[in-house]
């Protein structure tokens, strides 16, 4: 009797392995090296997949599918240059832990480091930019791969997982092998748990505290929306304020009257002071990152410092902490909670109604104020008609990266976690387009919004043709101050006006160019007919670009410049001949 | 100077899966983030398990060495890192071979040193010896300072390997 063959492809393997790992919808783009994955797609309809034009737009609409949903977003791309192209995706999800995994086709094994068409070495180059890769050289290893890809992916602190496939892999015969549950890795096994007595100190450091601020991060957006919930109501049982950091917004309610708004160098004028006086600080998933702390010889002097974050890697890194806790936000948040509530313990009510006194005093500076006339639209007021128009409804916004990136955080209100993705430590331009794509993708009926700039949206301008692929009815909502607003902001600030190249000339005509895409285009120059633009843009079900023309001088306030402190901010543009920026300051970006 | 901003030579062994790349993601965590490897060993350890032992001397502040034993700790196939000059006492030793070329007195004269060092001779013809020299890298560095003078034409050196003393595994 013949032995039985085993039946199934590399390929087919693979397409199995991810259903298993629940993936619904992959985005890529076909080569040669991935042809056998495209026909076992082909051959099935469990998994949906979305051709984006471009690979560095597939990862980044991974990214919006994954932060909108908190599932882990799949990548598929072919050999070689389609593989360069994701480089800048992964290194943007590396930077703000989003989990991605990311196949990769490779020429065949016996032909790789020969210099073949399209090959590259693919985990060398990935090798810095994810947080593992695999180069599977057998099938019979492929399953086992897939599986523990998305094991590394997802846990601890997520990021995206390269899998490089070789073509002959990808034809060789093998069987499945399903995913051990729950998954037993042999030498990744993040802790998730805190110790409970460093909670019970985090409890009494805090329940002592006279100044104190909570510092909230992505950490808590990654735990899963229970942490949001549990970071609620462990704010509202200390009645302290927060603070969020840019990737942290919608972790803590935008509305409630506890909520200081954004820190960092774009952050509210409260928000920064409170971290400059506050005598205890407790920062939950957040990264004491450089946009943050401004000068770190000044970064909140007087304060004893909790750290709680699932990467070990990340305390003691930039600021050397009193109190550090690795673990899970949520897991942390909910012993946080039991403990206080356990011991009840009392705070010191007089201080807090003075610190409170404190922080309203410097609230009444209203940093985020803007001089609107009749003539040209500032950027601001065109956030704040659009946050007036959609937030009543279910949506999401995405960005760019810029000077409109910056209004976005300050102006637009976000009440829950995964409704807000940008991208934070890559500072990616090009990364708002593609991600709301996969917002979209994720959320059908939702009203997703990238706000963008006209510099940005020209990097990944070709996924226009994606969305009208698919019909989603994506808004892009463009700042224009034709000129590259973040950069000329810095020319004007530091480097005596000279406005080097940073003036966009041969603009498009992006009302002419969403209708060459079958997009709706929309144009509003006037103060006056901005809410109009803006609940046509709303009302079409179709994707739709509007052309706000704005402000071109209107700069991103406040600011703490490069090497200034948290108490050294520019509130606005009469600020900034009283502080000259430093040689030290001029030199970080 | 505060004690923070003390730099210390530090040795730090890093048990890791045997696999293609492991090294690559060591190394080049060392050059992606700036941090110093002044040696470096790596070996397959058990062969059972599949995992090798990896030595790094590194000098660094306190804070950066804290920041290296963590990242290290991050990578996927790390299974432990274990700061040896931290966590109790330790020994390190250094393997050399040194050639040395030359005849008469001065050939005596190297032969009669490697004995004082307990070098072994491993290599010998008429003009030459290779010596084997086992220490702490103090002491292979004295040898290979004298052997200098001697016709010394060529080393080659191990770099560090350590352990922790007492009956604890890594």
Known sequence: ?589 | MSPSDLVSGHTISVLVDNEPGILARVVGLFSGRGYNIESLTVAETDAKENLSRITIVTKGTPMIIEQIKAQLDRLVPVHRVRDLTVEGPHIERELALVKVRGTGDKRVEALRLADVFRAKVIDAKTDSFVFEVTGNSDKVQTFVGLMEGLGLVDVGRTGIVAMSRGGEAL
Not at chain 1, 80 to 106: E, F, H, K, W, Y
Not at chain 1, 205 to 223: C, D, E, Q, R, W
Not at chain 1, 336 to 353: N, Y
Not at chain 1, 498 to 507: D, G, P
Request: net charge negative.
């Open chain 1, 1 to 589: 009797m013949k032995p039985e063959e085993p039946a199934t492809t590399g390929a087919d393997l693979l397409v199995k392995a991810l259903i298993d790992e629940e993936v619904e919808v992959v985005f890529g783009y076909p080569g040669g090296a991935v042809l056998p994955i495209y026909d076992s797609l082909f051959k099935q309809n469990r998994l949906r997949h979305i051709l984006v034009r471009h690979e560095q737009a597939a990862v980044h609409a991974a990214e919006g599918y994954a932060r909108s949903t908190g599932k882990v977003g799949v990548v598929l791309v072919t050999s070689g240059p389609g593989a360069t192209n994701a480089v800048t995706g992964l290194t943007d999800a590396l930077m703000d832990s989003i989990p991605i995994v990311c196949l990769t086709g490779q020429v065949p094994t016996h032909l790789i480091g020969n210099d073949a068409f399209q090959e590259a070495d693919t985990t060398g180059i990935t090798r810095p930019c994810t947080k593992h890769n695999y180069l599977v050289k057998a099938v019979s290893a492929l399953s086992r791969t897939v599986h523990e890809a998305f094991y590394v992916a997802r846990s601890g602190r997520p990021g995206p997982v390269v899998i490089d496939l070789p073509k002959d892999v990808l034809m060789n015969k093998y069987d499945y092998v399903a995913p051990d549950k729950p998954v037993q890795h042999k030498s990744y096994r993040p802790q998730v748990q805190p110790e409970l007595a460093k909670i019970e100190q985090a409890i009494e450091l805090i329940a002592g505290a006279k100044k104190p601020v909570f510092y909230t991060g992505g950490g808590v957006v990654n735990s899963g929306s229970k942490a949001s919930r549990l970071l609620a109501q462990f704010v509202h049982l200390t009645g302290y304020p927060i603070t969020n950091t840019l990737m942290g917004l919608g972790t803590f309610p935008a509305s409630d009257k506890q909520f200081l708004g954004m820190l960092g160098m774009h952050g509210t004028y409260e928000a920064n002071l409170a971290m400059y006086h506050c005598d205890v600080l407790i920062n939950i998933g957040a990264r004491f990152d450089d946009r943050i702390t401004g000068k770190l010889t000044e970064f909140s002097p007087h304060s004893k410092k909790i750290h709680i974050d699932i990467d070990p890697s990340s305390i003691n890194k930039n600021v050397r902490v009193d109190l550090p806790i690795v673990g899970d936000a949520g897991h942390a948040l909910e012993e946080l909670i039991r403990v206080w509530k356990a011991k009840q313990p009392r705070t010191d009510l007089k201080a807090l109604k003075a610190w409170w006194a404190e922080i309203d005093g410097w609230r009444s500076r209203n940093c985020l104020a803007y001089k609107q006339d009749n003539e040209t639209i500032k950027p601001q007021y065109a956030l704040e008609r659009l946050y007036h128009h959609i937030k009543n409804r279910d949506h999401y916004i995405t960005t760019e990266v810029g000077q409109h990136q910056m209004w976005a955080a300050q102006f637009l209100k976000f009440e829950e976690p995964n409704r807000w993705m940008t991208s934070g430590g890559l500072g990616t331009m090009g990364y708002g387009l593609p991600a709301a794509m996969g917002v979209q993708i994720a959320h059908r009926e939702a009203l997703v919004i990238d706000v963008a700039g006209e510099a940005s949206i020209m990097m990944n301008i070709q996924e226009l043709s994606t969305v009208a692929q698919y019909r989603l009815p994506v808004k892009i909502f463009i700042l224009n101050n034709q000129y590259m607003g973040m950069v000329r902001q810095w020319q004007e600030l530091l480097h005596g006006g000279r406005y080097s190249e940073s003036y966009m000339e041969s603009l498009p005509d992006f009302v002419k160019l969403a209708e060459a895409f079958g997009a709706v285009g929309l144009r509003c120059h006037e103060p006056a007919k901005l809410d109009d633009t803006i609940k046509e843009m709303i009302g079409v079900n179709r994707p739709v670009v509007v052309d706000v023309l704005v402000d071109k001088t209107e700069n991103c306030f406040p600011m703490i410049p490069s090497g200034a402190a948290h108490n050294d901010m520019l509130l606005g543009p009469d600020d900034k001949a009283a502080k000259p920026m430093s040689e030290e300051g001029m030199v970080l970006v």
